[in-house]
Structure formats: structure tokens, C-alpha cells
């Protein structure tokens, strides 16, 4: 099993920047992908940047603007979406992802809410 609990969401204004963390606990040593995904009120969960090894892709509407990136320590993997001229459209609950042996896990969420 894999616990994933992000943090680093708020409340910021369109053009304003916002650090989100995400930190892998439990059986991290097979986790071979990891992701973030957003949704927005009203909306289906989406695809926002995704991460293999070094490799890592980005939805048309946050590229240039989102960097996804990830460390890993003895005991823990912490996920990092740096989200620079943050939009209202990027608003939602921004989840994580982590992809092992075949099975996905998320995390609870953490809303980012950007005004006009």
C-alpha cells in the first residue's frame, strides 16, 4: 500500500504563484510513475503533469507554466507541482497519483482556488 497526503493549496490571485507537495509513504520502493490530476467544480478529473523517471509531460494548459518534479529519501518520495502565472481556470482540488505494480493510489486532495 501507498498513503499519499498533498498539501500546499490556498487561496491565490491570477498571476500569483503556488508550491504543491504530496508525500509518499508505505510501500514507496516499487512506485515506478507518479501524477498530478486536477478538478474543477462541475468537472471530470483531469490530467495535469505526470512524471517516469526522467521523464515528464504536461497538459497543453499548464505547459510553461507548471513544473512537476519529485525527490526520493530512504523512507519517503515527496511530489512537487510548482504552478507559476497561476489562471482562474486552473481552480480545483489538485490530486496525487503514484503508480505501482499495476495498481494507482490518490490522495485526498487539496484545493487551489485562484481569483480574477
Known amino acids: 500500500q501507498v498513503q499519499l497526503v498533498e498539501s500546499g493549496g490556498g487561496l491565490v490571485q491570477a498571476g500569483g504563484s503556488l508550491r504543491l507537495s504530496c508525500a509518499a509513504s508505505g510501500s514507496i520502493s516499487s512506485i515506478n510513475a507518479m501524477a498530478w490530476h486536477r478538478q474543477a467544480p462541475g468537472k471530470q478529473r483531469e490530467s495535469v503533469a505526470f512524471i517516469r523517471g526522467d521523464r515528464m509531460n504536461y497538459a497543453d494548459s499548464v505547459k510553461g507554466r507548471f513544473t512537476i518534479s519529485k525527490t526520493n529519501a530512504k523512507n519517503t518520495v515527496t511530489l512537487y507541482l510548482q504552478m507559476n502565472s497561476l489562471e482562474p481556470e486552473d481552480t480545483g482540488v489538485y490530486y496525487c497519483?503514484?503508480?505501482?505494480?499495476?495498481?494507482?493510489?490518490w490522495g485526498q486532495g487539496t484545493q487551489v482556488t485562484v481569483s480574477s
Open positions: 497519483k503514484a503508480y505501482r505494480l499495476g495498481s494507482e493510489y
